[in-house]
C-alpha cells in the first residue's frame, strides 16, 4: 500500500509561484498515473492536473492551463505541482493521488485513483 505526503503549501500573494511536492513511501511511484486535485471551502474536490507513469503525457483542467506545471521524479519517489500566476482563487486544500491504472478512467476522475495524500493548504492573498 501506497502512503502520499504532500508539501510546499502556504501562503503568497497574488502573482506568486509555488511548488508542491507529493512524496510516496509504502512503494513506488513509478507505474503509478499521478493527479492533483483541490478542494476550496464549500466546494467540491476538483481536478488539477495529471501526469502519466512515463512523464510523457499531462493533462490540466482549464482553470490552471499556461500556470501550472506538473513534474514527476520516479527515482526520488516524489511528484511535484508548480504553480506560477497564483490567483486568489487557487485558493484550496491541494491534494495529490496515484493511480495504479487499473480501472482506466480518465484522469479528470476522482473514482480513477486508488491513493490519496491529505493535503496542504495553499493560500493566496490579493
Known amino acids: 500500500q501506497v502512503q502520499l505526503v504532500e508539501s510546499g503549501g502556504g501562503l503568497v500573494q497574488a502573482g506568486g509561484s509555488l511548488r508542491l511536492s507529493c512524496a510516496a513511501s509504502?512503494?513506488?511511484?513509478?507505474?503509478?498515473?499521478m493527479g492533483w486535485f483541490r478542494q476550496a471551502p464549500g466546494k467540491e474536490r476538483e481536478f488539477v492536473g495529471s501526469?502519466?507513469?512515463?512523464?510523457?503525457?499531462?493533462y490540466y483542467a482549464d482553470s490552471v492551463k499556461g500556470r501550472f506545471i506538473i513534474s514527476r521524479d520516479n527515482a526520488k519517489n516524489t511528484v511535484y505541482l508548480q504553480m506560477n500566476s497564483l490567483k486568489p482563487e487557487d485558493t484550496a486544500v491541494y491534494y495529490c493521488?496515484?493511480?495504479?491504472?487499473?480501472?482506466?478512467?480518465?484522469?479528470?476522475?476522482?473514482?480513477?485513483?486508488?491513493?490519496w495524500g491529505q493535503g496542504t493548504q495553499v493560500t493566496v492573498s490579493s
Open positions: 509504502g512503494g513506488t511511484l513509478t507505474s503509478y498515473r
Open positions: 493521488a496515484a493511480d495504479r491504472g487499473v480501472r482506466y478512467r480518465p484522469s479528470w476522475d476522482l473514482h480513477a485513483y486508488d491513493y
Open positions: 501526469i502519466s507513469w512515463s512523464g510523457g503525457n499531462t
